[in-house]
């Protein structure tokens, strides 16, 4: 029996977890989750360029602005693929599966993040007089800042995040909660603090996916785990972006 199991299940010796793993294997499953995860990012990018570049964009928000429920119905239609793209990320039966529910998400969080960053297209920052930056472009690099200085965290302490896992689910709830109500109520106004929170929030949520990667997945799960990275950070772009359009606007 045990010699049936340890030969259908080539981590069975090691345990279940990456952090059980042989040191080859989970040097592997690391590798291959950021590899995914910066095609993901690259993909996005690409998606997005393609949008401006052939007028997608324009079309988008020519719908959007004739029906402004548009963006109540595509945020919900965003929760529905990003929970069935979770999913099939984590299938263990089937690899077209996980890819498949890997591309849905960056395609479907592309399309979500279109009208914000159409309006952002033409908004700079002044960092100093007579220097202005797109605020796209600050926010990028500010949120791959953030990523590297979060990862680092995790990774040079060691230290498992996963006791995150409860407040951020329960504090998801009630900013979903808190989104939706300023779709029905205009003058519930979710200013340049919320923004701020909801960067902290998404923080935590980087140290919580990157504290799993570390201890929790299963090395054959680097495709979900990429997917969780990849979450966390168009989540922390959104709201950085956000964040600069406000300050761009303001006197």
């Known amino acids: 029996m045990a010699a049936d199991t340890l030969s259908g299940n080539p981590y ?6 990456v952090a059980e793993a042989a040191p080859a294997d989970r040097v592997t499953f690391i590798r291959r989750t950021y590899t995914h995860l910066a095609m993901a990012v690259y993909a996005f990018a690409a998606l997005l360029w393609a949008y401006f570049q052939t007028g997608f964009a324009d079309w988008v928000m020519l719908q959007v602005q004739a029906a402004p429920w548009l963006l109540l119905a595509s945020f919900g239609g965003f929760m529905v693929v990003s929970w069935v793209a ?9 690899v077209a599966k ?11 969080q592309s399309i979500f993040i279109l009208p914000m960053l159409w309006f952002a297209q033409d908004k700079t920052m002044q960092l100093a007089p007579g220097q202005d930056v ?13 990523f590297g200085g979060l990862t680092a965290i995790v990774w040079l302490t060691g230290k498992d995040f996963s006791f995150l896992g409860y407040g ?12 939706v109500a300023s779709f029905f109520f205009g003058g519930l106004n979710l200013g ?3 923004s701020v929170a909801m960067i902290v929030f998404a923080s935590a949520y980087i140290l919580y996916d990157t504290s799993n990667v570390m201890h929790h997945y299963r090395p054959t799960q680097h495709v979900a785990a990429s997917l969780a990275l990849f979450a966390s950070v168009a989540l922390l772009f959104w709201y950085v972006l956000r964040l ?3 300050l761009s606007s303001r006197d």
Do not use: K, P
Request: no cysteine; aromatic share 16%.
């Open 98 to 108: 996980q890819y498949a529910g890997l591309v849905g998400y960056v395609v479907a």
């Open 192 to 194: 340049i603090w919320f």
């Open 12 to 17: 069975a010796s090691f345990g279940y977890t």
């Open 86 to 94: 979770n999913r099939w990320a984590m299938s263990e039966t089937s």
């Open 244 to 246: 600069f359009i406000a």
């Open 134 to 146: 797109n605020v796209i472009g600050a926010a990028g690099l500010v949120t791959l800042v953030m």
């Open 168 to 179: 951020l689910g329960i504090a998801g709830m009630g900013i979903f909660a808190l989104i």
